[in-house]
């Protein structure tokens, strides 16, 4: 069975700061991993998957599998990164099926002040 | 396309009534999936789809049901309410290996 992990539920810090946002999973086999954003009241959307190795707004995440972890990273938050941030992970990609079937983590809520 | 459409937006519910929570998408996609999401417990896989006519479980299906006659909509009925299953309620639905889209939510309070 999979699992992921959020070892934070609440992350403050000010504008302008390094911020990382903690992520691990346990599962046997090549998972693919996201970063899921919630701003206040509005639908879930996708900010990262590990295969596409982007950066979006400032953010990145990389996979260590060694270490079982997908930890977010941006290097200046601002204010409008302020958001409930789920990592999630899908044990479907070698299958070849859809990523229909995620498992999600508790959450960390990410407050960044001015 | 107007993506993913959940309707009702807000509802309240009286312990034992029944009701359906709509989701609509116009995308073409094949799977959907309902996750319930609670402060502390981040989102949980309801009841999921991977094509009209095929429904499975999810991890917290108990007090719901599914269907999935079109490929366009999945309705989650639940069937005799109860205070536990006050909750934000998110359809969600991918295709083939793109990322879930979700829709704006239906907030369930049962009293």
């Known amino acids: 069975a999979q699992r992921v992990t959020q070892p934070e539920k609440l992350l403050s810090v000010f504008k302008g700061a390094p911020v990382e946002l903690k992520c691990n999973y346990s599962y046997s086999g090549s998972p693919e991993l996201f970063w899921y954003v919630q701003y206040s009241r509005q639908r879930l959307q996708l900010l990262l998957r590990h295969i596409s190795r982007e950066s979006i707004k400032g953010f990145t995440a990389d996979l260590n599998k060694g270490e079982t972890s997908f930890h977010l990273k941006k290097p200046f938050a601002q204010e409008e990164d302020s958001a409930m941030y789920y990592c999630a992970l899908s044990a479907q990609r070698n299958s070849g099926g859809s990523n229909y079937k995620l498992t999600f983590g508790k959450g960390t809520l990410l407050t960044v002040n001015p | ?111």
């Not at chain 2, 917290?60 to 490929?71: E, F, K, L, Q, W």
């Not at chain 2, 704006?104 to 049962?110: A, D, I, K, Q, S």
């Open chain 2, 1 to 111: 396309n107007a993506g993913v459409t959940q309707t009702p937006k807000f509802q309240v519910l009286k312990t034992g009534q029944s009701m359906t929570l709509q989701c609509a998408q116009d995308m073409n996609h094949e799977y959907m999936s309902w996750y319930r999401q609670d402060p502390g417990m981040g989102l949980r896989l309801i009841h999921y789809s991977v094509g009209a006519g095929i429904t499975d479980q999810g991890e917290v299906p108990n007090g719901y049901n599914v269907s999935r006659s079109t490929t366009e909509d999945f309705p989650l009925r639940l069937l005799s309410a109860a205070p536990s299953q006050t909750s934000v309620y998110f359809c969600a639905s991918s295709y083939r290996r793109s990322p879930l889209h979700f829709g704006n939510g239906t907030r369930l309070t049962v009293t």
